[in-house]
């Protein structure tokens, strides 16, 4: 795109020669953010980069790249821009396919002003996703639990919050050059995107120019990936409870967002870091725990020492004997190994410090908040099924934040297997004390005590419930009485993981085989799930989670990939990146819509 969409030069980067301006909105900003750096825009020739909806100068004799969503405000604003001819050709590249309609306004501005040989080319680039790491991407959809979940959401409002999603997935497939084959749970909003997809893509198969030709950048080409669509509730505590290892305490704790955060320096001011795959350190050690990771910033650190002490001492001359010319030549080789090997060090030292810097201020903030604790008690709940009320209401009334407290109040509902009233009652008093709304807390109550009621009631009593429940809740109803059993996973991998694990092996298990099947390059008659390819196994499987996901999800998938004989390939994507804090407010809008909460209580939660 940066090379006017010609091919690179053998080095990878743009014809440098050729000055450029690039011009993006906010969404597609976001999209380049974590993928290319202001240095590196250098090397590709661009010169000055630029906010489309910001006032700019005429540049009359340079190109101009535009990258932004295909929408009316960018239209005309690319019209307005080719009629002033700001720049000397517009190559323009939306982020998805641009409607017909939008097309033919954009032909018809540039016409009437006579521009049009302004406009060099248009290009649908099908990148609407995030791409935070090589198997980590996000659509950047936000608030999308609330929205499936609302319980007055209308059909419209679903089905167009579907289609986005089908939208972002369609994008990442087309980019990939894949056609999968698509698993899901039945019922709720995993299905519902399944099944669009599969119409999506079964579509535009039919088009001339189509976008997945046979083979594809994916590694082994000849073989199929599965994609296996989830929605947030088919495991709910993921989304919240605390966790102890490195990745997802950076993103829970200091907010890590577009692999970018800003912390505490150690000699006061804020120091802005990037966190992704040039960090070695980061790759390496993202799924410790937190001590292990301190333990290994002081390995690190030693070694660095000894390799410095070690070129000092190369270089030093510290022979004492007397000079001569044959030493000169000795010397000036150490000289010249140590030159090269300081730009080296220099770096290490720099991601050392770096992590020295986040892993201090990620320390004082778990000894404030006490959060190994928690994530210790959570973790114990959820094995054991619940907590001595003792235990449960000496957290509540502990250290951490307000957050803290109703994300553990909330794992302790979760877990509970059977909701003891006066125990709720209690914890609903203790966060009272602590001034935290409630609404989250008694959302999730309420959809407890549907699940326990579904449970017990016996199949002529349940339809009458599940009819109840669907007039109360919309849509979400079956995808809550299907996240029951995952809801109490005894062994601590998660259900997600558990259950990516049996659909890519392909054996035979009764929580995954009811699961449904969609093969787009399939005759649509076919597609049951007899055929025994949909089965797998599959070498790779694309994971998306519907309403949000989190760093968690992503190191579980990433321990399974590894462990598997031989290694797989697994990409997590999901609506967007959630920190706990950011789901739980996510629960607390919904709570509020249904009238929870301490109404009248002066707290009122983070928009």
């Known amino acids: 795109m940066l090379n006017l969409n010609q091919p690179l030069n053998a080095a990878g980067t743009a014809n440098e020669d050729v000055y450029k301006i690039l011009i993006y909105d906010k969404f597609c900003q976001n999209i380049l953010s974590p993928l290319i750096h202001v240095k590196d825009l250098r090397k590709h020739g661009v010169t000055l980069y630029f906010l489309i909806d910001k006032d700019r100068k005429p540049v009359h004799d340079v190109p101009a790249v535009y990258f932004v969503q295909p929408n009316v405000s960018n239209v005309q604003r690319i019209v307005s821009d ?8 517009l190559h323009l590249n939306f982020s998805t396919s641009i409607p017909r309609p939008l097309l033919e306004d954009l032909a018809a501005g540039t016409l009437n002003s006579d521009s049009i040989q302004r406009v060099s080319k248009v290009h649908d680039q099908y990148l609407e996703f995030v791409t935070l790491e090589d198997n980590l991407f996000s659509l950047a959809h936000k608030p999308c639990y609330v929205q499936l979940n609302d319980p007055s959401a209308g059909d419209k409002e679903i089905e ?95 907010g890590l967002r577009l692999n970018r955060l800003s912390v505490q320096g150690e000699k006061g001011g804020m120091r802005s870091y990037e966190l ?22 002081e390995t690190q ?36 190994n140590a030159v090269n090997s300081l730009p080296e ?10 992590h020295t810097n986040i892993a201090t201020v990620l ?45 553990f109040a909330i794992i302790y509902l979760i877990s509970s297997e059977t909701i003891n009233l006066s125990e709720v009652e209690a914890v609903e008093a203790a966060l009272r004390e602590s001034e935290v709304d409630t609404a989250a807390f008694q959302y999730v109550k309420k959809i407890k005590s549907l699940n326990v009621s579904l449970a ?25 009485t299907a996240g029951v059993k995952n809801l109490l996973s005894n062994d601590r991998q998660l259900a997600l993981a558990r259950t990516v694990e049996a659909l890519i092996e392909g054996r035979t298990n009764p929580e995954t085989d009811v699961y449904l099947s969609f093969d787009p390059r399939a005759p649509k008659s076919g597609s049951g799930a007899s055929s025994s390819h949909l089965k797998g196994p599959f070498k790779e499987a694309i994971v998306f989670m519907i309403g949000g996901g989190n760093y968690v999800e992503y190191c579980s998938l990433q321990e399974l990939a590894q462990h598997q004989q031989p290694a797989k390939h697994i990409i997590y994507g999901t609506t967007e990146m959630l920190t706990g804090v950011d789901f739980v407010e996510q629960l607390t809008l919904l709570g509020q819509k249904m009238g ?10 983070a928009q």
């Not at 000894?367 to 054991?384: C, F, G, I, T």
């Open 596 to 605: 929870l909460g301490n109404v009248g209580s002066s707290s009122t939660p």
């Open 160 to 254: 167009e919050l579907v289609e986005k999603i089908v939208g972002g997935l369609f994008c990442v497939l087309a980019t990939l050059a894949v056609v999968p084959v698509i698993r899901c749970p039945r019922g709720g909003p995993a299905e519902m995107v399944a099944s669009a997809l599969d119409q999506r893509i079964r579509d535009h198969l039919l088009s001339k120019n189509n976008l997945f030709t046979e083979g594809g950048n994916f590694v082994s080409s000849f073989q199929r990936p599965v994609l296996c669509i989830f929605d947030r509730n088919f495991e709910l505590p993921v989304a919240i409870q605390h966790d102890f290892r490195y990745r997802p305490l950076v993103h829970d704790v200091l």
């Open 456 to 480: 017990s009631a016996n199949s002529a009593s349940r339809s009458n419930i599940v009819d109840w429940a669907e007039k109360l809740y919309g849509q979400s109803i079956s995808a809550v």
């Open 301 to 336: 650190l030693n070694k660095y020492k000894k390799d410095v002490d070690e070129v000092n001492k190369r270089t030093g001359g510290t022979h004492g004997a007397e000079f001569d010319g044959t030493d000169l030549i000795g010397n000036t080789k150490h000289l010249m």
């Open 82 to 89: 080719a009629s002033k001819s700001l720049y000397q050709s």
């Open 363 to 407: 320390l004082g903030e778990i000894k404030e908040r006490s959060l190994d604790s928690y994530a210790k008690k959570e973790n114990d709940m959820m094995v054991r099924g619940g907590i001595e009320r003792g235990d449960l209401l000496g957290v509540l009334r502990g250290k951490g934040t307000k957050m803290d407290k109703l994300r």
């Open 345 to 354: 060090l220099t770096e290490r030292k720099q991601v050392i410090d770096k």
């Open 276 to 297: 992704d795959s040039a960090d070695s350190f980061w790759v390496a050690n993202g799924s410790l725990e937190f001590p292990e990771v301190a333990v290994e910033i």
